[in-house]
């Protein structure tokens, strides 16, 4: 069965940080590339970074310099860290996989809930 559980969301005052992390099972994880979205109350889902099989990186502009993503294949998992955390930050944020060799974010959490207060 395929899967992902991220874990690692909560409250955190602005100016914090937090650690998300996104555990795959069931697939060949050096063979995806991986996503992290968030999705704010009445907002559409938007991508916040993303990693390659390969390991090429992109983020959102608006978390550029404060969020890191990286992988670790040999344990199947994503870390998303998230420092300098903002209010707007304040989301539920998913984990999405999908084959490198192409196609769309088909394999998604179940998201955790990040909230960041003023």
């Known amino acids: 069965q395929v899967q992902l559980v991220e874990s690692g969301g909560g409250l955190v005052q602005a100016g914090g940080s937090l650690r998300l992390s996104c555990a795959a099972s069931g697939l060949t994880f050096g063979y995806y590339n991986v996503g992290w979205y968030r999705q704010a109350p009445g907002k559409q889902r938007d991508v916040v970074a993303t990693?390659?099989?390969?390991?090429?990186?992109n983020y959102a502009d608006s978390v550029k310099g404060r969020f890191t993503i990286s992988r670790d294949n040999a344990k199947n998992t994503v870390v998303l860290q998230m420092n300098s955390l903002k209010p707007e930050d304040t989301a539920v944020y998913y984990c999405?996989?999908?084959?490198?060799?192409?196609?769309?974010?088909?394999?998604w959490g179940q998201g955790t809930q990040v909230t960041v207060s003023s």
């Open positions: 999405a996989a999908r084959r490198s060799s192409g196609g769309p974010y088909g394999i």
């Open positions: 990693i390659t099989s390969g390991g090429s990186i």
